[in-house]
């Protein structure tokens, strides 16, 4: 930020300061990258700690018999289609087509906000099992690991509907186009955590 000062001669001198704001170029897309490092290291936690707890059953329930893998692959689906549609916002808003951004990026909402849904109706039909956190590691670390992708997902829609706001106000500015490629990385960056998920939970979770 830089101050400039001029003097004003006359009966009445005044100052005047005129402050200009400088936005280091690409400072905001580095410190979003810092920020999803540490995301990386905590996500990494979680799955250690499920790698490690995951077969821990306490003679509950295992993965085979809990998971519904149709229920867990119609969900994956929606976050996959979700990340296409933000692409199709990405690219909108590069020609400049505001109502079509702002139109994909409601599609992409309503997908997260489905995935969102079923993920919980999962954790509640689970706790109606006794299969709740509490009953064993196993379920502690899935619980974990699973309900902070769904926290983080949640956060991108609180974004996400945001960032749709501040369109619809402002336009395809240069800062909301920095806003929507940090929500970008975000929301992939989600997506590859899923696949994750996806594998090494409910896929393997399911084996013998």
């Known amino acids: 930020m830089s101050t400039t000062m001029t003097g004003a001669s006359g009966a009445d001198n005044k100052l005047q ?26 996500f990494a936690s979680l799955f250690v700690a499920y790698a490690v707890l995951g077969r821990s059953y306490a003679g509950g329930p295992s993965g085979a018999d809990l998971f519904d ?4 692959a119609l969900n994956t689906s929606f976050l996959l289609l979700s990340s296409i549609t933000y692409g199709f916002a990405m690219l909108a808003a ?13 599609i992409t909402g309503l997908f997260g906000a489905a995935f969102i849904g079923l993920e919980l109706y999962e954790f509640i039909n689970l706790i109606h099992e006794g299969a709740g956190p509490q009953r ?6 899935f619980f974990s690991l699973v309900s902070t992708h769904g926290l983080h997902v949640t956060f991108g829609i609180i974004w ?5 706001f501040q369109l619809g106000r402002h336009g395809i500015t240069p ?7 940090c929500l970008s990385m975000f929301w992939h960056f989600l997506d590859v955590v899923w696949i994750g ?12």
Request: proline share 4%; no cysteine; net charge neutral.
């Open 197 to 208: 998920v996806f594998t090494f939970v409910y896929l393997m979770g399911v084996l013998p």
């Open 175 to 181: 800062e909301n186009m920095r806003r929507m490629t």
């Open 160 to 164: 996400l509907i945001t960032l749709m």
């Open 136 to 141: 064993s590691a196993f379920l502690t670390a």
């Open 94 to 106: 590069q020609r400049k087509a505001l109502s079509t951004a702002i139109v994909w990026l409601g």
């Open 69 to 72: 893998l149709p229920l867990v």
């Open 17 to 42: 300061f005129h402050v200009t704001e400088h936005h280091p170029e690409n400072g905001t897309l580095l410190g979003f990258w810092l920020y999803l490092m540490s995301d990386v290291l905590l």
